[in-house]
């Protein structure tokens, strides 16, 4: 394991443009400002987690990571660099999607969908070298006896098999860096520890850079290295999971651990305070974002966003109880 930095985005922002509103001749709609001004770094060997609820961005930020989505401002760097080259680039950086029935083409068995990414990046070129190639993914992603699975449609798999074959198509690239976007949220939760363990394994042994996407805090507690908190499109806390998850700084992310199943943390009394919903992000509140939510509101919170401040051992949050110009004041 090293501590290179192999994916960055720096400072990366995404609207979308809502244009209803224009079709049906009644003006020009605001954008929907899905994320805001989010700077992460995802390193070799090592698995990060964002964390937060549905629609916080964070499925934005993996896509614009994969160059799905062009970033609105902002810059994403593999390697220190920006690529202008997309084939170089995917060949790289792979994704793994929430449903793996979906991303699967239902028509192809699975040597198809292995043997076309080693073909189109170059890894394998006679049919001998593919044939022996697909094997090797399957048995890295313990899809064994490889002759049992190889020649299978994507309906003839479980769910946990159709995922780990999405994993193995990612792999056949060859990348640096693996994004799996919510990757056991529609599998049986009898099966999801063996996807995740699955992930760890090679994150740690092919030195990967391994984001996880996820709005289960839990699991993030137990298999990041790394804890990113996502809130209304804007990173509200980061760190090293066990700090981030033992000592929480944002009010946002006790909410979060709160909400989550925890065996090893057993509260006497159980929150039941209703919290409200997360905001619209085309009109989104004017300073911290969660100030409408927060059980611990300062008035300076509803008109000024507040900034970023260092905690201790790579711990940090965006919370004006934090800042030292608003505790100063």
């Known amino acids: 394991m090293t501590d290179e930095v192999v994916l960055a985005a720096e400072n990366v922002t995404k609207h979308f443009a809502a244009s209803r509103g224009r079709r049906f001749g009644l003006g020009k709609r605001p954008p929907v400002r899905a994320v805001e001004d989010v700077s992460l770094n995802l390193t070799a060997g090592r698995i990060t987690a964002m964390v937060g ?3 916080c961005g964070k499925s934005t930020v993996a896509r614009m990571l994969a160059r799905i ?3 609105t401002k902002g810059r994403i760097l593999l390697r220190g660099k920006e690529v202008t080259d997309s084939r170089a680039y995917r060949r790289n950086v792979q994704m793994v999607f929430q449903d793996p029935f979906a991303s699967l083409n239902p028509f192809h068995k699975v040597h198809y969908h292995l043997a076309r990414p080693l073909k189109l990046h170059g890894h394998a070129r006679t049919k001998a070298e593919v044939d022996e190639q697909v094997a090797a993914l399957l048995e890295r992603v313990s899809l064994t006896p490889v002759e049992q699975f190889m020649h299978k449609l994507p309906h003839e798999l479980s769910g946990g098999q159709r995922q780990r ?11 640096v860096a693996l994004i799996a976007d919510e990757p056991v949220s529609m ?3 009898s099966i999801r520890l063996g996807v995740l363990r699955l992930l760890e394994k090679l994150a740690r042994e092919e030195n990967l850079a391994l984001l996880y996407i996820t709005h289960d805090i839990a699991s993030a507690r137990y298999f ?3 804890i990113l908190v996502m809130y209304a499109g804007q990173l509200i806390e980061q760190g090293p999971s066990q700090r981030v998850t033992d000592d929480p700084a944002h009010p946002y992310t006790k909410l979060l651990l709160s909400a989550a199943p ?3 943390q057993v509260d006497d009394e159980e929150d039941t305070t209703d919290h409200g919903e997360p905001p619209s992000l085309i009109s989104p509140p004017s300073g911290c974002r969660f100030h409408p939510r927060c059980p611990v509101a300062l008035p300076t919170c509803s008109t ?3 900034l970023f401040t260092a905690l201790a051992d790579d711990h940090h949050t965006a919370c004006h109880l934090y800042d030292p110009a608003t505790v100063a004041g």
């Open 53 to 55: 609820e549905s629609g």
């Open 69 to 71: 989505y062009p970033p």
């Open 165 to 175: 074959v999405a994993i193995a198509r990612a792999l056949a690239a060859q990348p």
């Open 187 to 189: 599998l049986d939760v």
């Open 224 to 226: 990041a290295d790394d």
């Open 262 to 264: 925890d065996p090893d």
């Open 304 to 306: 000024t966003a507040p």
